[in-house]
C-alpha cells in the first residue's frame, strides 16, 4: 500500500477496493473523479472536503471553527488505515455528537476537541480560553455526568479522556502501554474547568482538594485495550473507546463500574479489533459521502471556500504546518511551493 497519495490515481488498489464496502467505494471513486477532472481541466483548486460545524450543537461554530478541511492525503491515509490526522476525528466526534442529541442518548457528552491539542495549550492565555469552553459545555450540561474529550499530544495521535466532574474523575485512555505523553498542560485545563465548575454551583459528589483548589483525580494509566509496541493507529483505537463507551453508557453510571466495565471489554481479541477498525473506517467514508458531500448531508458546506479562505482557516485553526503540494500521475507537482 502507497503511504504518498498521487492525485488522478487510484486511492486503493483493486483488491482491496473489491472488498470495501459500499461507502468506502463511493467516496474513492467521488475523490477520483473529482482529481482527474481537475487534472484535465488544470483547476489548481486544493484537494480538500469542506465540512460546515451545525450551529448550537456545543461544537466551536463561530469564524474559527465552523469549518472542517478534510484533505484528499487524509482520505487516502483514512481508506488505507495509515495513522489518522486531527481533522477526522474532530469531524467524527461531530457526528457521534449529533446522533446522541438525536437518539437522546442519556448521560454522555462528546466535546469537540477543537482546543484540547498539545500544541494549542503550550500558552496560558490558549490555556484559558480552551478552559473556558470546556468549562461552558459542562455547564450547559449540567444533568449529564460523563464527558468524552479527545486530546491531542499531535496531530495524528489521540487520548480519549473520560471526565466526570461530579466525581473529581478524568480517566486517560492512552493507546500506548509504555506511554511517554507528557499530560501536564491538559491536567492544568481540566482542573481549571473544575474549579470553574465548583465556583458555579456545579455538584461535587466527591470533591477533591490540592492547595485548597478543587482538582481532579487523573488516573492516565488507565487498564484498557492497548495497541501492541510501535503501533501507529492509536487514534483508531480513541474512537473505538469512544464508540464503546457511548453504547455502553448504561453500564457507566457510577464511576466505581468503569474498572469491572474495562476488564469486560479488554478481552476483545486481535482479529475483534481489527474488524472494528474496519466498521471505523466504513463510517467515515459513510460520513464523508453521506453527510460531507450531499446537499441533504447535516455537514454539507453550501459555499466551498477558495484556496487563499482555506489558507486563512488553517492557520486561524492551527493547521497551516502542511503544504498541499502533490503529485500527479504525469510526474508533476500541484501546489509545489514557490521557491
Wanted: with cysteine; proline share 5%; hydrophobic share 40%.
Amino acid at each position: 500500500m502507497r503511504r504518498l497519495h498521487v492525485a488522478g490515481r487510484p486511492m486503493l488498489p483493486r483488491n482491496m477496493l473489491d472488498a470495501a464496502t459500499g461507502a468506502m467505494r463511493s467516496l474513492h471513486d467521488s475523490v477520483l473523479s473529482l482529481e482527474k477532472r481537475r487534472l484535465r481541466e488544470k483547476d489548481v483548486a486544493y484537494p480538500v472536503f469542506a465540512a460546515k460545524v451545525p450551529e448550537g450543537k456545543g461544537f466551536m461554530d463561530n469564524s474559527i471553527g465552523r469549518t472542517i478541511v478534510l484533505r484528499f492525503d487524509d482520505i487516502h491515509a483514512m481508506l488505507n488505515l495509515h495513522p489518522l490526522h486531527y481533522t477526522f476525528v474532530r469531524l467524527f466526534s461531530l457526528s457521534m455528537k449529533m446522533r446522541i442529541i438525536r437518539d437522546k442518548t442519556p448521560d454522555i457528552v462528546i466535546v469537540d476537541p477543537f482546543y484540547m491539542r498539545a500544541k494549542i495549550l503550550g500558552s496560558t492565555g490558549d490555556r484559558q480560553v480552551a478552559s473556558s469552553y470546556l468549562k461552558g459545555v459542562i455547564l450547559a450540561n449540567r444533568d449529564k455526568d460523563n464527558f468524552l474529550v479527545p486530546y491531542f499530544p499531535d496531530d495524528t495521535h489521540c487520548t480519549l479522556i473520560l471526565l466526570s466532574p461530579k466525581y473529581s474523575m478524568a480517566t486517560y485512555f492512552d493507546p500506548d502501554r509504555q506511554s511517554n505523553v507528557d499530560y501536564t498542560n491538559v491536567k492544568k485545563v481540566l482542573d481549571d474547568v473544575l474549579l470553574g465548575y465548583a465556583k458555579s454551583g456545579g455538584t461535587l459528589t466527591r470533591p477533591i482538594h490540592k492547595y485548597d483548589k478543587h482538582v481532579f483525580s487523573h488516573n492516565t494509566k488507565f487498564c484498557y485495550v492497548k495497541q501492541p509496541p510501535g503501533g501507529q493507529k492509536g487514534v483508531y483505537y480513541a474512537i473505538h473507546h469512544m464508540r464503546a463507551i457511548v453504547w455502553d453508557h448504561h453500564q457507566l453510571l457510577l464511576p466505581s463500574k468503569l474498572k469491572d466495565w474495562a476488564t469486560s471489554v479488554s478481552a476483545i481479541q486481535d482479529a475483534d479489533i481489527r474488524q472494528e477498525f474496519f466498521r471505523i473506517q466504513s463510517e467515515f467514508a459513510e460520513i464523508i459521502h453521506q453527510d460531507v458531500l450531499r446537499s441533504s448531508g447535516q455537514f454539507y458546506l453550501r459555499n466551498q471556500s477558495s484556496n487563499s479562505d482555506i489558507d486563512a482557516m488553517l492557520q486561524m485553526q492551527a493547521d497551516n504546518a502542511r503544504n498541499f503540494m502533490t503529485p500527479t500521475i504525469d510526474g508533476g507537482f500541484i501546489h509545489a511551493p514557490v521557491p
